[in-house]
């Protein structure tokens, strides 16, 4: 997915958690979402087959510190799923702890406090979510943290990137809370999205 493009990076990461919320509405059973700086090695095996069973069908992986990793998500639809998505939307606008969003900028902190607090998601193994692990044999590997040097681009997008960096706004820490304003904002790119790709709604 490459359009809209936004210039608040925010938005952007904030928007696969409507695009889920879409996709489980639309009845498919399985919907995933993958962030732009993982590769998915061409040996990987179906994950709907290949991960293990669990109670919440909502498939989160854990990150160094041992807290949940929003970069790779995977959710059989379910009434369960369902609800875990809809409870890290609700909860953008209300206040998450300073200990859940240490070190973060976006919506990851939203995702801990949920874990944490609301509901337990399914942890699936590192391999589908390879945030720390140079050595791994991953199925997908996720160029965050200590990984982010390997991260490799084309010329294009390198160049790319470093235009959009110069017009988007720079980002900060994840605040307490995201504003109503912030919200609406967020909608309006959901319905531009969708609109630009039926099949993800």
């Known amino acids: 997915m490459t359009k809209p493009f936004v210039t608040d990076p925010a938005i952007a990461a904030w928007l696969k958690v409507p695009l889920l919320a879409a996709g489980l509405d639309s009845g498919r059973d399985w919907v995933g979402y993958i962030d732009a700086d993982c590769v998915v090695r061409t040996k990987a095996p179906d994950f709907r087959t290949d991960l293990p069973d669990g109670s919440s069908d ?24 369902r609800g875990y998505i809809a409870t890290v939307l609700d909860s953008m606008t209300r206040p998450i702890s300073s200990e859940d969003r240490a070190g973060l900028k976006y919506e990851n902190g939203n995702f801990i406090f949920v874990d944490r607090t609301v509901a337990k998601a399914d942890r699936m193994p590192l391999t589908w979510n ?72």
């Open 58 to 81: 909502l498939y989160l992986a854990e990150g160094r510190s041992g807290r949940v990793n929003s970069g790779v998500i995977f959710a059989r639809n379910s009434q369960s799923s």
């Open 130 to 201: 390879n945030t720390f692990e140079p050595e791994l044999d991953d199925h997908i590997r996720h160029f965050t943290g200590d990984l982010r040097s390997g991260y490799r681009r084309s010329a294009f997008d390198t160049y790319l990137g470093k235009a959009q960096k110069l017009l988007a706004r720079k980002p900060g820490p994840q605040p307490e809370r995201r504003s109503d304003e912030f919200a609406a904002a967020l909608a309006d790119v959901t319905r531009r999205v969708i609109t630009l790709y039926p099949t993800l709604g």
